[in-house]
């Protein structure tokens, strides 16, 4: 049986996480929105909290053991603070946790240290595809044995960072199966677009299009080398920090919209004691606390090796995408006329919780 009491190491990360979210994410989030850039700084500081080292066995370069409900608990609080900052802070995780958790022991060796040791760097990973129906386990990118090296060929939507990326995962259909590469971004036949994604919300995150042009890359780049991986394990760690995120973001349209509602006055008294807008709140919370929880149970599942987890994660995410939505346009609807202005949140976070049902592969916990 798991409890849902964090302990005393995780309630002070997800503190130190919460402080850097509220004062500094959440304060830069709508100029960052605006100017579609986030300052390095506040990336960096994001960073320096040390939640990926905390992560990483000190045999690569870090100072903890992986734990996907230490990891769920500090997305939730980074997302609160501003979704755009969150990814951008965990872009490295992309390209990092898949080689800690598939890798093989070289590939491990290779870039772990570099990456845990060093100061935030753009390593980041491809995955989802341009398709109305995208689904990660039939990618259309394929990747095909030709005699010791892969050929990959396809094009990749929304990838974090790849513009100054050092080295990508890119994840591609290898007979049947969803496989990752490893690839530094200066091979050949690889191209990155010269402009950034436009996108209804996260635009101060840096997003690019990737076209692969039979990019050959040697065996040993496979993730987890000639045997591959698990692919299942990376997705459901994909869902649980998607999911993670979008409480987060709920969590954050909930708080502003109640406090909202507490102060604003109409016909005398306060929105908040009008049942309507009563229900509504109450609705939200509940909503939230029940994803939460689905979270929670998927990641804990996932740290013990529980089967079920794989079913758990998807369950979470689908769960977390529907009530992120719901939640979100609520927050606007409770602020009337306001919630429509670009100077409250709850419009960005409208628009930004409208993006989870496609933001699998940009977090992984």
């Not at 259909?173 to 191209?191: E, V």
């Not at 306001?338 to 409208?350: D, K, Q």
Request: with cysteine; charged share 20%; glycine share 8%.
């Amino acid at each position: 049986m798991y409890s849902f009491e964090p302990n005393e190491e995780q309630q002070m990360l997800v503190g130190a996480v919460g402080k850097y979210a509220e004062n500094d994410l959440r304060s830069a989030a709508h100029e960052a929105e605006e100017s579609r850039e986030l300052p390095k700084k506040l990336i960096s500081k994001g960073w320096e909290l040390g939640l990926l080292q905390a992560s990483t066995p000190e045999a690569y370069g870090g100072f903890g053991e992986r734990s996907a409900v230490t990891s769920a608990l500090a997305v939730e609080e980074m997302a609160c603070g501003d979704l755009a900052g969150a990814l951008a802070v965990m872009t490295p995780s992309l390209f990092a946790t898949p080689i800690l958790l598939a890798g093989s022991e070289e590939q491990k060796q290779a870039y772990l240290p570099k990456i845990i040791e060093g100061e935030w760097q753009p390593y980041t990973a491809a995955l989802i595809e341009y398709a109305f129906d995208f689904d990660p386990n039939e990618l259309r990118t394929t990747a095909k044995l030709s005699g010791a090296d892969y050929v990959l060929s396809g094009e990749k939507a929304f990838v974090p960072f790849a513009k100054d990326a050092q080295a990508m995962i890119v994840y591609a259909n290898l007979d049947g199966q969803t496989q990752g590469f490893i690839i530094p971004t200066n091979t050949s036949g690889l191209s990155i677009a010269d402009e950034r994604e436009k996108l209804m919300g996260i635009n101060a995150l840096s997003l690019y299009r990737v076209k692969l042009d039979n990019v050959t890359v040697p065996a040993s780049s496979r993730l987890g080398g000639a045997s591959g991986h698990n692919f299942e394990l990376l997705l459901a760690s994909m869902r649980i920090a998607s999911a993670s995120a979008a409480v987060g973001v709920s969590k954050a349209s909930l708080e502003y919209s109640m406090n909202y509602a507490k102060e604003r006055e109409a016909f005398g008294v306060k929105i908040a004691q009008k049942q309507a807008i009563a229900f509504m709140l109450a609705e939200m919370a509940t909503e939230i606390e029940a994803i939460r929880l689905l979270v929670w149970e998927a990641a804990w599942m996932l740290d013990n090796g529980k089967e079920d987890a794989f079913k758990q994660a998807y369950l979470a995410f689908t769960g977390a995408v529907d009530m992120a939505m719901m939640v979100t346009d609520r927050g606007v609807q409770i602020l009337g006329g306001h919630g429509y202005i670009r100077e409250h949140p709850v419009e960005m976070y409208l628009r930004n919780g409208r993006g989870f049902a496609m933001l699998t592969g940009l977090a992984i916990v």
